[in-house]
Nanobody, 123 residues
Framework: QVQLVESGGGLVQAGGSLRLSCAAS????????MGWFRQAPGKEREFVAA????????YYADSVKGRFTISRDSAKNSLYLQMNSLKPEDTAVYYC????????????????WGQGTQVTVSS
């Protein structure tokens, strides 16, 4: 069982930065691959990034490569998404997720989801 709580969303201007955080439950945090998804109004849910269980391998959607960085701090049971050079099309609710494999997170829905945090980027 994993419980996930996102924070750090907000309103920023295009070109700005935000850092999202995800607090995960307990000492089993290191047993899961972690990721971020997002969903904009009227659009399909979209994979953003994933991180392997050990933290050694990352995966990114083409739309965010070079701008976003996923990381984890296992000692703090926390996951992060550093978002730079934000664009209006990045506006969405962002969800923290936990699953079995980072390399398949974009095609196989993760098992655990947080409630989401709103990110709004103004033009």
């Amino acid at each position: 069982q994993v419980q996930l709580v996102e924070s750090g969303g907000g309103l920023v201007q295009a070109g700005g930065s935000l850092r999202l955080s995800c607090a995960a439950s307990g000492r089993t945090f290191s047993n899961y691959a972690m990721g971020w998804f997002r969903q904009a109004p009227g659009k399909e849910r979209e994979f953003v990034a994933a991180l392997s269980r050990t933290g050694g391998v990352t995966y990114y959607a083409d739309s965010v490569k070079g701008r976003f960085t996923i990381s984890r701090d296992s000692a703090k049971n926390s996951l992060y998404l550093q978002m730079n050079s934000l664009k209006p099309e990045d506006t969405a609710v962002y969800y923290c997720t936990a699953g079995r494999l980072a390399r398949t997170m974009g095609t196989i829905p993760p098992e655990y989801w947080g409630q989401g945090t709103q990110v709004t980027v103004s033009s």
